[in-house]
């Protein structure tokens, strides 16, 4: 079945610099791949998707990009604030739904203003 | 669009008791929904998977018949815990989606077994 690897498992940046999350999937047949931000003691919010067909999504200050070759994508955030704090996840499909995924560890980001 | 809403938000209960936790999508009509649990620090892991008029598929090593689910329309799913324990203390999620589409969360529900 798919597994879904992410690093850092935490990450501290200064207000204003970029922060970048890793994931790793192990499904080929995977084709959507979102990335949740879930604030304490909330729901995950999407902040962004990419589909199998496109390398590179960007939308504001936040970015992802995907290499299906090496099963790998990754989230960028430029310019942080430190409203961009929060436990970020990805996650990867379970085959081709663009339901049913299965989702990474997470990433706690502080950004420290 | 894609609002879900969960009700309630917390509950405590007495060990031995079953809560029900609504899950609602708002403003569309949701073919699938699904109910995660979340541990302190953890990820989600997705307990099953229900459409609407059928009986819902659950993940290996979720108990059916403790965590009771129904989906009785396109808009409302329900969560029942049955004869909850302390260890049932966690953070209920729920989600929905609707055909070729993502799925939208829940705010989450906070479950303290006593």
């Known amino acids: 079945g798919e597994n879904v690897e992410q690093h850092p498992s935490t990450l501290s940046v200064q207000e204003g610099d970029s922060a970048v999350i890793k994931c790793t999937y192990s499904?080929?047949?995977?084709?959507?791949f979102p990335w949740y931000k879930q604030e304490l003691g909330k729901g995950p919010q999407l902040i962004i998707d990419?589909?199998?067909?496109?390398g590179e999504k960007k939308d504001q200050r936040i970015a992802v990009t995907l290499n299906k070759t090496a099963k790998h994508f990754s989230l960028h955030i430029t310019e942080t604030q430190p409203e961009d704090s929060a436990v970020y996840f990805c996650?990867?499909?379970?085959?081709?739904?663009?339901?049913?995924?299965?989702f990474g560890p997470g990433t706690s980001l502080s950004v420290i203003p | 669009g894609a609002v879900v809403s969960q009700h309630p938000s917390r509950v405590i209960c007495k060990s031995g008791t079953s809560v029900k936790i609504e899950c609602r999508s708002l403003?569309?009509?949701?073919?699938?929904m699904f109910w995660y649990r979340q541990f302190p620090k953890q990820s989600l892991m997705l307990m099953a998977t229900?459409?609407?008029?059928?009986?819902?598929?659950?993940e290996q090593g979720v108990e059916k018949d403790k965590f009771l689910i129904n989906h009785a329309s396109l808009t409302l799913s329900t969560l029942t815990v049955t004869s909850a324990h302390p260890e049932d203390s966690s953070f209920y999620i729920c989600?929905?989606?609707?055909?070729?589409?993502?799925?939208?969360f829940g705010p989450g529900t906070r479950l303290t077994v006593l």
């Open positions: 989600s929905a989606s609707k055909p070729s589409d993502t799925q939208y």
């Open positions: 990419i589909r199998s067909n496109v």
């Open positions: 403003d569309f009509q949701a073919t699938t």
């Open positions: 229900s459409n609407e008029g059928s009986k819902a598929t659950y």
């Open positions: 499904d080929s047949a995977s084709n959507y």
């Open positions: 996650a990867a499909s379970i085959g081709t739904s663009y339901d049913k995924v299965i």
